[in-house]
């Protein structure tokens, strides 16, 4: 039988591949692209997930060796900086890393630890988990839809 941390952590992954299988079909002028009047581009949004994964890694499951500089969430707005496909694919690679080994440390106790953050409150970690795989989600549709539509 499989532990709530395995589960978790298959539910996540699998989440996740909405996000991964679009990097290996983008090119550089993609990261540009933006829908609209949109402030968000492809590339803003892909720092973005990476930004995010890393403030989970520190901020909800206490990873105090992760040093991040969350621009997206800082700036709260695409500064129009995100332009090497390579640079952003390594920075996803390494936010998934860091947040898959933090994460694989939990017992089944810790998911029901309240965790409280200004982002969303007081939450399970369990709860608070479910944030990052809906986070990603959310936004692996926004850059589909850009990337096909958009300008």
Do not use: C
């Not at 995010?52 to 990873?63: P, Q, T, Y």
């Not at 089944?108 to 608070?128: L, Q, R, V």
């Amino acid at each position: 039988m499989k532990t709530k941390t395995q589960l978790l952590l298959e539910l996540w992954i699998e989440s996740r591949t909405r996000f991964t299988n679009q990097l290996d079909n983008l090119s550089e002028t993609d990261l540009q692209k933006k829908l609209g009047s949109s402030q968000n581009s492809v590339g803003f949004l892909i720092r973005h997930i990476g930004d995010v994964e890393l403030l989970f890694a520190k901020n909800v499951f206490g990873d105090s060796s992760i040093k991040v500089t969350a621009k997206t969430v800082i700036e709260k707005r695409d500064t129009g900086e995100w332009t090497n496909l390579k640079d952003l694919k390594k920075y996803t690679t390494e936010s998934f890393e860091k947040l898959k080994s933090i994460v694989e440390k939990q017992s089944d106790e810790d998911w029901e630890h309240p965790i409280t953050t200004k982002e969303f409150g007081t939450k399970t970690k369990a709860e608070a988990f479910g944030r990052i795989v809906s986070h990603t989600a959310y936004h692996a549709g926004q850059l589909a839809i850009i990337n096909k539509y958009g300008k």
